[in-house]
């Protein structure tokens, strides 16, 4: 890129804004960077200061203590989230709805207030005041995104999971909150198809003996009985006045995945998740008044907080409950182009299906308002961003990974970086974010663990019920004192460009190397018989070499054959190293993942080496959840010494 950013962005307004008010001039995104990360005191006072974050109380400090964990962000200060959300108002949309369950709902910045300010007094009538616990069950529409203002400007905590989770699932996030008021929907359609969940609400009711008052939202097929209605919730008008509370004041409750153990219930502070979406949302997203932003997401992700930000810069948010690709593929360009659209959000595995089914959504809608195209939630292959450059010649590709840890993405794009084919611009403004060997020292060039060094807003107050803080400190602090470890396997560049090789721990040991496996599907997807792939590498108790075993779905009309075993294996000899051809492959009808779409490698590991499925993940936070049958029965026939399942099919991948 340039030595100056794109003129008309919103990270050029923040430069002009730096050189006039602060006197600070930078050469490029780097040494932007290094400021925002070095000077943690004069980047987050300019991002306050420049978005004109209101404090009913001034801060004492920026920063009062650096160390990780235990950073004290903005002392003294007083502040609500609902109230930025909600500084706009008249007729414009705010909130532009689409489901399957019922016809497009739109609100306006006017109305989306009136009804967050009468939610605000409905809540008030149950009794619900600061820091009580207000939890949906509840899908991706309006009234959800209400319920969350409302809640946020009583200075009450937030929690959430998506309706097509099961009670058990439910039960076990909501529990560990102790909730005094549900909002719950009876049901909602999923393409063509009603789904009654009055069965599951009443399971998660009965599971949840700290709440004194459900409310029903009218959605989807059958009645929640004793509930208070949604309409009777907002029956009377009322003016909203925030409750301001403190900057590190619990804002809302996110939930991990739950299939690597009990979920976490990672708690988020108001000033936090205010000051670090204003920043990416406007720095890197490039948001502004007047904007779009749609990126399909249940409300179980993190992805529904930060899309529902979009309010906090002026953007109007498109919610999408249903099936994203119904009634097919091309149904989420259809409502970008009826929206306009500046951002629009995928999934890495949505745009390789539509690279796969041959869509030239530029060509075929009206796309022309789209600025970004933001991915997130897997690794995007080299593929997909010729796919995209092609079809959207002009348009910003945003490749980012972060998460519900810090609610924000660690490394991404932006208008001032540039987009390199397979890998990832570097980090966001205000992360210091590096790889670390296994002594703790920072690697350039090889593979490490993602670390953030410095403190950012954002990152947790702590996880609920966690008093000690022994959890959150195992959690993120154990590996290197002083310094936060994500998860990740990640390369960086000497440009700073960043390729995330997956999950730290799925990483494949063979022969006491380490290989990520994100480079592994980049070369077996790539292969038209192959619709998915897995791997993991199985250890040796003995001590041996154990067992690198890859897992093949193949594509329709595919069979995996020995040919098609040899093609694979040497695909990946050519591509990587010999190092990386595995000891066996086999086929499965699907590849686990979760809701949003993140192969459960892990898991699958753990089954295959003897653990119960129902020990390693909640078959209803699976995307499909007959899809661990396969490796429960491969697991099976390994325990009994059978190899012929390894060398042939496993259920019915063939």
Same mark, same amino acid.
């Given at each position: ?67 990780? $964990? !235990? ?10 989230? @609902? *109230?930025? +959300?909600?500084? =706009? &108002? /008249? ?94 929907? $009876? !049901? ?10 009055? @069965? *599951?609400? +009443?399971?998660? =009711? &009965? /599971? ?447």
């Amino acid at each position: 890129m340039g030595t100056v950013p794109p003129q008309g962005t919103e990270i050029a307004r923040f430069l002009d804004w730096l050189r006039t008010e602060r006197g600070r001039t930078f050469a490029s995104y780097a040494d932007l960077h290094a400021w925002s990360t070095g000077d943690l005191d004069g980047f987050w006072s300019a991002v306050a200061e420049f978005f004109a974050v209101r404090f009913e109380t001034p801060p004492e400090a920026v920063l009062a203590s650096r160390g990780m $964990p !235990g950073a004290q962000w903005f002392p003294g200060a007083r502040i609500n989230y @609902a *109230e930025h +959300a909600l500084r =706009r &108002a /008249g007729d414009e949309p705010a909130v532009i709805a689409y489901s399957q369950t019922r016809d497009r709902v739109e609100l306006s910045w006017s109305q989306l207030r009136d009804q967050v300010a009468r939610a605000r007094a409905g809540l008030r009538r149950l009794g619900v005041g600061r820091g009580d616990r207000v939890v949906a069950y509840a899908p991706n529409i309006p009234e959800t995104l209400v319920a969350f203002l409302a809640t946020a400007s009583l200075g009450a905590v937030w929690a959430s999971c998506a309706p097509e989770f099961g009670a058990r699932s439910v039960i076990d996030r909501f529990a560990q909150v102790e909730p005094v008021v549900l909002l719950v929907v $009876p !049901g909602y359609t999923y393409g063509v198809k009603p789904v009654d969940r009055t @069965a *599951e609400v +009443a399971a998660v =009711r &009965a /599971g949840l003996p700290s709440v004194r008052h459900v409310v029903a939202i009218p959605y989807g097929p059958g009645e929640v009985p004793d509930a208070l209605p949604w309409e009777a919730l907002l029956a009377e008008p009322a003016d909203l006045v925030p409750e301001y509370v403190p900057f590190d004041h619990p804002l809302c409750v996110l939930f991990s995945s739950g299939t690597t153990g009990r979920p976490k219930a990672i708690v988020h502070g108001h000033g936090g998740i205010l000051l670090e979406h204003l920043k990416n949302h406007a720095l890197s997203w490039d948001l502004r008044a007047g904007d779009r932003i749609l990126w399909f997401s249940t409300t179980a992700w993190m992805m529904w907080n930060a899309l529902v930000s979009g309010l906090l810069v002026g953007a109007s948010v498109v919610l999408v409950d249903g099936d994203p690709v119904h009634p097919d593929a091309s149904r989420q360009w259809r409502l970008a182009a009826e929206t306009g659209a500046t951002l629009m959000g995928a999934s890495p595995g949505w745009l390789m299906a539509c690279r796969a089914a041959g869509l030239e959504p530029a060509r075929e809608h009206d796309l022309s308002r789209i600025r970004q195209i933001g991915a997130a939630g897997s690794p995007l292959p080299p593929e997909g961003y010729r796919w995209v450059a092609q079809q959207f010649p002009g348009v910003l590709l945003n490749v980012g990974s972060g998460g519900t840890d810090v609610c924000s993405g660690i490394v991404q794009g932006g208008p001032w970086q540039p987009v390199v084919e397979g890998e990832i611009a570097g980090p966001a403004l205000g992360v210091a974010a590096a790889a670390f060997d296994a002594d703790g020292k920072p690697v350039v060039g090889e593979l490490g663990e993602l670390v953030i060094t410095e403190p950012m807003p954002s990152m947790p107050v702590g996880f609920w019920g966690d008093a000690d803080g022994a959890r959150y400190r195992q959690a993120y602090f154990d590996l290197y004192p002083g310094v936060w470890r994500h998860g990740d396997w990640v390369r960086f560049s000497g440009a700073g460009t960043v390729v995330v090789a997956g999950r730290s721990d799925a990483t494949l040991n063979r022969g006491g190397v380490r290989l990520g496996t994100a480079e592994f599907y980049g070369v077996v997807e790539e292969l038209p018989e192959v619709a998915d792939s897995l791997v993991v590498h199985l250890e040796d108790p003995a001590g041996g070499n154990g067992e690198l075993l890859l897992c093949v779905a193949p594509a329709p009309g595919a069979q995996l054959d020995e040919a098609l075993r040899a093609r694979i294996a040497g695909a990946l000899r050519t591509a990587l190293s010999p190092r990386h051809v595995p000891d066996r492959i086999v086929a499965v009808p699907a590849v686990p993942r979760n809701r949003t779409g993140k192969k459960l490698e892990l898991p699958v590991k753990r089954i295959l080496l003897g653990a119960a499925p129902d020990d390693v993940a909640g078959r209803d936070v699976l995307a499909d959840p007959s899809s661990l049958d396969a490796f429960v029965e491969l697991a099976s026939a390994r325990s009994g010494g059978d190899s012929s399942v390894g060398q042939g099919q496993c259920g019915e991948g063939e």
